[in-house]
Structure formats: C-alpha cells, structure tokens
C-alpha cells in the first residue's frame, strides 16, 4: 500500500464526514461539501493551515504527539481512529519496524491446546492478524465448522466472509460483520505496513470482492473487543453469542475469542448440543439446513 495516500484518504474521509456545526463553526460562505475545510481543521488544531495541508499530503514523519492529539481532537476521532493515526505516524518514520514474529507463534504448542481443549463449556478459537485460523477446542471448531469448507484448505475469516456464499447465510447480520472484519483489517494494516501476508490478503480482496473493495475505500478502523455475535449454524439452527477478544502476550500476532450463551436461553440449549456432537465425534455437515 501507498503510505502517503493511506495517510490522506484516512484524514480527508474524517474531515469529510465533520459538518461545520457539528465543529461548532458558525457562518462562513457557501460550501461545495457538506465537511470541514482544511484550514478550519488546522484552526481546530492549533497548528497553520501549510502544517496541517502537508499532514494531508501523507507528510507524517516527525509530527509530534501533541498534534497528532490535536488532530484527532479536531476530526472527533474515536480511540480506534486515533490509534490509527498515530500508528501511521509511526510508519511514516524512515524505517518502519517489521514486527518480528516470536518463537511461540511458528505453530501451536501441545501445552496451549490443552489449555483450549479443557475449556468445555464455550466456544474458543484463535485467529492471527491475516485472519487465518490457527487453533480452536473442539466446540469452537464445531461452531466455525463452514470456515473449514474452503477447498483451498485455507481458513480465513476475511475470505469466508467476502468469497463464500454460504458466509451469507451463516451470518444473519452480514452486512455489519463485513463491516468490522474491514474494519480490523484497516486497523492492523496500520500497525504493520510491512506485513506481506495481510497485504496481499487485501490485494487479493480488493481484486476479487466489490463488496470488500467498497468497504476499504472508506478507511474506517476499529478495535476488535467484545460483542454480540448473530449465527445460523447449519446443524442447530440460530444462535446468539457474547463473545470476548482476548490478546494473547506470548504470541502477539494472535487474537483468542471466547463466546458464550445468556444462562437458560434457547442458545445455550444449542451449544450444549453442538457440543455433544463435536465430543461424540458425530459428523456435522457444513451445508445441511435447519
């Protein structure tokens, strides 16, 4: 990807968005866009209106924290969207820093499956920042059992979700999970630039999916923490999860979720079955219907 032009898509996308009222700036002449000008977000900012333009420009490399901070204040940027500017900041450095990839995260240890296989009483799975799946227990492998359906053996929730027709059915709410998955995307594409796999991922994407292209033209990024998740699953039918996102220290690359069902509901009915196939070793087949 283009540093500069990440960079300016990202700050003209917020500055578009930003009405003058909403800013609090009264009056002013006519307007072609409904978003703030450049120098009235250089205004907002503190800084002259050159600083900010060239910052638009994608110039980021040695802009202090207290503008970035400034910035952000001036185009109302959530906790996710300020991180992200600062993260750009970082890379526009003259060596961005590859992230080095520890020892832990060449494969899964027999010690970290234990862990996840005596977790019996929710769904647990883990996925690295190109969205591959790299661990699960087994309920978290039985309820994620379409992802395991790609041909190519390769089980990524990005793919699945914007290269398979069944991710339609399997995600009720589609729309707002294709949302977030481009989302996270954006977000660690801003922590490491440098990371080959994730950037091809989104070449290959951009290229294939209209759908996933519209979604990153837009650059909005978001932190990945907790929520509610929507599934039909094919063997039992609907089911609605809390789930938790957990980063996991020895393997920074990789992200662990946990889902779990309200105490009582038809959901947690559900799971217990899913479970009582998985455990049983029972075949559960991806693309029966309910």
């Known amino acids: 990807m283009d540093h500069r032009a990440e960079v300016s898509e990202f700050l003209r996308t917020r500055r578009d968005r930003i009405t003058p009222e909403q800013a609090g700036i009264i009056g002013g002449s006519r307007r072609r866009v409904p978003g703030l000008r450049r120098e009235e977000v250089a205004m907002l900012a ?10 638009e420009r994608g110039e980021l490399a040695g802009v202090s924290t207290e503008v970035l901070e400034s910035v952000a204040q001036a185009l109302r940027l959530d ?3 300020a991180d992200h500017l600062t993260d750009l900041a970082r890379a526009a450095g003259p060596r961005p820093r590859r992230r080095r990839r520890k020892t832990g995260e060449k494969g899964v240890t027999p010690a970290f499956q234990r862990f996840l296989d005596a977790v019996t009483g929710a769904p647990v799975w883990v996925r690295d920042r190109r969205m591959d799946f790299v661990a699960a227990n087994a309920l978290g492998r039985a309820l994620y059992s379409p992802l395991f359906e790609d041909p190519s053996g390769r089980a990524n929730t990005a793919r699945f979700t914007f290269l398979d027709p069944a991710a339609r059915l399997f995600l009720p709410d589609w729309e707002e999970n294709a949302d977030g998955i481009v989302a996270t995307m954006r977000t660690y594409a801003g922590q490491n630039p440098l990371d080959k796999g994730l950037t091809d991922l989104i ?4 290229t294939r999916s209209d759908a996933f292209r519209q979604r990153w033209s837009v650059h909005d990024v978001r932190h990945h923490r907790a929520g509610v998740k929507r599934i039909h699953h094919p063997v039992v039918g609907d089911l609605e999860l809390s789930y938790e996102a957990m980063h996991l220290p020895a393997n920074p690359e990789w992200f662990m979720f946990a889902f779990t069902a309200e105490p009582g509901s038809p959901t947690q009915e559900r799971l217990r079955l899913l479970g009582s196939l998985a455990v049983t070793d029972q075949k559960i087949s991806p693309r029966s219907t309910t």
């Open 203 to 206: 070449g290959e994407l951009v």
């Open 46 to 55: 503190g800084v002259s209106v050159e600083y900010y333009a060239r910052m």
């Open 79 to 81: 906790e996710a969207e």
